[in-house]
């Protein structure tokens, strides 16, 4: 890494496990770079090792089981240009590891289940981000994993999903309050009494009252818009695409609301659809289609997921580049 940064900006990506927290940070590597940014996963600030866990009854969704002070600090520490000792919880042996040196970097992103939970951690992130998937499209996809590719029975499936719910919403889920910006995972509304969950209908709500973050919308800034895109410009199988937009109230706050129901088959015709987006905080016309081609693998790529992700992650390149800027100016002055 080349010589100390004088901003670190933090960012928080919240959400439960299976939510899309790890192809969201693959996303965040297109626009930052490696060399840039820091991913610090807050698995890592476990005090009870999987036998632990085990014997007192205490998952890991349940803050007893994390180390919340020296999250603040260490993360405090980076945040000033400090190099810190993080733990390591290992994933294969359940076991906490010998701690790492992690330097300071110009993005440091913790991600995992808590990081908009504690206040203090909280007040040190210049952008968070909270991944919500509703409970339909969660249960279908862990019984499309776990029955399909590990051989679980639907009662198993359904057992472990009730088995987390009393910690998720107890502990996880209220994180999506604090959140700038929110990406809610929806059964579609395009296909009456659909079970499969294959298409999805994805929202970007957008905090209002956060300072710098300009909402990328439809058309014309404050209006409600519903789009359906023409089918000559947009190669679109059933059930075929329908775009929202406008202002609306999340957890009784103020926010702005961008929708995509459906999906897409040809990225390449994104471009259409990118050019009816503003304040996305692209570079240059069609970075957001190039983006979503890059990775055309990635889950999400051809419906709202990939698309809104992204936004985001131009979203917290410009408070990167917003915040790195005035402290350079500071530096001058």
Known sequence: MSSKPNRVVVIGVAGDSGCGKSTFLRRLNDLFGEEFMTVICLDDYHCLDRKQRKETGITALDPRANNFDLMYE???????????????????TGLLDPPELVEPNKVIVIEGLHPIYDERVRALLDF?????????????????????ER????ADVMQAI?????????????????????IQILPTNLIPNDTERKVLRVRLVQRSSVEGLKPAYLFDEGSTISWIPCGTKLTCSYPGIKLFSGPDSWL?????????????DRLDEMVYIESHLSSLDT????????????????PGSNNGTGLLQIIVGLKMRETFERLTKQAEQLVTA
């Open 74 to 92: 260490q993360v405090k520490a980076l945040k000033e240009g400090k190099s810190i000792m993080k733990p390591i919880y290992n994933h294969e």
């Open 128 to 148: 968070s981000i909270y991944l919500d998937l509703s409970d339909e499209v969660k249960i279908a996809w862990k019984i499309q994993r776990d029955m399909a």
């Open 151 to 154: 051989g679980h029975t639907l």
């Open 162 to 182: 009730e088995s987390r719910r009393p910690d998720f919403e107890a502990y996880i889920d209220p994180q999506k309050a604090h959140a700038d910006v929110v």
């Open 252 to 264: 009784g706050q103020p926010a702005s609301i961008l929708e995509i129901d459906g999906q897409f």
């Open 283 to 298: 570079k240059y016309y069609g970075e957001l289609t190039e983006l979503l081609r890059k990775h055309p693998d990635y």
